[in-house]
């Protein structure tokens, strides 16, 4: 399956094809994977995210889904890519990961059916949907902070054509151990309900990114820590969570809380809390 990348190379972004151990630009300069600086795969117009899909997911929070899917917007100014760092800011605790399937769109698609939704679909990449649960309690609608604070979108390594989602593996590793492991084969919607769901209202461009849902187990990790999101045929993301170099600023706007809410989430939903929220993620 043909594989692309975005690379930095000798100071502009440039496309690259795996051959290898070695990335190809197309003037046929090579550099080896292991000391290329990666960039997002592809430069998207929006990203947007569904909410709890996983079956796995499902059952840790003891919820019921909705007959329908439902989905929140991450800024583009949080992408990320392989090898870049996670930044937890200073005060916050709650940052959690979340191993995904990325869709990213190849045609200009808008009111298009499920069973044409193949048609308008560039490939996958790896995606972590990482969640800064420090602001859920004033963010919990819209996700604005929580899933939109800078780096907490990271894409790749790369964009892999003609992968059939089906049957595929995802597992998530914290320091060399697993911390997720899941199955498209437990979504509720599967990709190309997803696109052609969004597509229905919204026009959808070349490069744009849909996140397609986590398995259960999406923990807290600390800064020193190395996260890593292996998706069956689509490859390895891999990150390192760092602190920030300053606190969130205290003369203005909510502060991280640890609230029942926050605690509840991140932890897995092992919570006596049982009041109405958004859905959960």
């Known amino acids: 399956m043909p594989e692309y990348r975005r690379i930095l190379l000798d100071g502009a972004a440039v496309q690259v094809t795996v051959d290898g151990d070695e990335l190809v630009a197309g003037d046929g300069r090579r550099v080896k994977i292991e000391e290329a600086q990666h960039l997002p795969p592809v430069v998207p117009s929006k990203v947007i995210a569904v909410h709890l899909n996983h079956r796995s997911r499902v059952d840790e929070f003891q919820i ?3 007959e329908t899917p439902t989905y929140f917007h991450k800024p583009t100014s949080s992408l990320n890519s392989h090898q ?9 605790k709650w940052l959690n990961y979340e191993g995904e399937v990325a869709i ?4 200009t698609a808008r009111n298009i059916a499920p069973e044409e939704a193949g048609e308008y679909i560039a490939g996958y990449t790896v995606a972590n949907d990482y969640g800064l649960h420090d602001f859920r309690d004033t963010d ?11 780096t907490l979108c990271p894409l790749g390594p790369g964009l892999v054509t003609d992968w059939d989602f089906r049957g595929k593996r995802l597992r998530t590793y914290v320091n060399g151990e697993v911390v997720q492991d899941g199955s498209t084969d437990e979504m509720k919607w599967d990709m190309h309900y997803l696109v052609a769901d969004i597509a229905r209202t919204i026009t959808l461009y070349p490069g744009d990114v849909l996140l397609s849902g986590t398995p259960a187990n999406s923990r807290p990790v600390q800064p020193g820590d190395v996260v890593e999101v292996e998706v069956e045929g689509l490859g390895r993301l891999t990150n390192r969570i760092v602190t920030g170099p300053a606190p969130v600023r205290t003369d203005v706007g909510a502060q ?20 109405v929220r958004a859905p959960r993620r």
Do not use: N, Q, Y
């Open 104 to 107: 990213v769109i190849g045609r």
């Open 140 to 150: 919990a609608g819209s996700m604005l902070r929580v899933k939109g604070s800078d």
């Open 256 to 275: 991280p809380t640890e609230s029942e809410e926050v605690l509840s989430t991140a932890l897995g939903g092992d919570w006596e809390f049982r009041g």
């Open 84 to 92: 870049g760092a996670i930044v937890r800011p200073e005060g916050c």
């Open 64 to 66: 019921e889904l909705p």
